[in-house]
């Protein structure tokens, strides 16, 4: 199980790790690098084919949003950026490169857990620095017709996400979790990306899933299942709540906030986080409350922290 460094401080990653593999929408292979970081970084994605071209992964280079999140800076595009951005947020990684060979990110098995086993063999370096947190103080909610996003004050990062398919696998179901490290590997990490076999064609017709295959995503036929078994039996809300943390990671600070889905997807998600960050009456930054507490009643033992 991947461990986090000590409450309140900034993490990066403590040496490189890599992997490969195809695209899920372009089926073109690359090759992936997860790099340590300095305070302050943030996750920043580079772009080695292109004279390591930098991406930094917030809500100001959100670029098309349909079946998958891409990012874009001065017309270089990245595309399929969620379930890394959704390992790294969960799992207190706030400073890294993602090295990147092409244009979009290795689907590898359609979960997070390929990008939890990279950081597990990369291990947490703590750094010196604060972690400052976005904390909503103000609900902001965005509809579009029957799909809907809010986001509201708490204490802590809780999702909610509602889903409804007319699929007798699917159909009404609902995942809500407190996000951490230890939860999101056990929880949501190992639920993978789905479609319909009716929907095949159509998709690839629009120049998607040319990379899909029944070792990357599941999927449904009319009744069942074209391979295999499921994960969880509530997988598909799992897998949707995965991706909009993996969006919401787009704020580029971690969150105290309950955010509340019901049957949105990476448009609404991503028009959340733009307008999150353009209205910034909705949240202040802040340091962690406890780790605050804890510094006020004992001195901070810093000694074995890692320069940056």
Known sequence: MLTEGA????????RAVEAEGIGLHTAVQSRIRLAPAPADTGVVFRRTDLDNFEIEAHGKNVARVSYATSLMKNGVLLSTTEHLLAALYSCGIDN??????????PILDGSAQPFIQMLEAA????????????KVVKPLEISEGDRHIGIYPADEFRVRCFIDFPHPLIRCQETEITVGSESFCQQLAPARTFTFIDEIEKLRAMGLIRGGS???????????????????????????????????????????????????????????????????????????DAFVEKSAAVALDVSSVHAD
């Open 7 to 14: 409450l309140g401080f900034q993490n990066t990653i403590k």
């Open 96 to 105: 890294v490169y993602v090295e990147i060979d092409a244009l979009e990110l």
């Open 123 to 134: 291990g947490v370096r703590q750094l010196r620095k604060r972690r400052k947190y976005l």
């Open 214 to 288: 029944l070792e990357n995503a599941i999927v449904l036929t009319a009744d069942g299942l074209m391979q295999g078994e499921l994960r969880f039996a509530d997988e598909f809300s799992r897998h949707k709540a995965l991706d909009l943390i993996g969006d919401l990671a787009l704020l580029g600070r971690p969150l105290k906030a309950l955010v509340v889905a019901h049957k949105a997807g990476h448009a609404l998600h991503t028009r959340l986080v733009t307008r999150l960050l353009a209205e910034q009456s909705h949240w202040v930054e802040t340091f962690d």
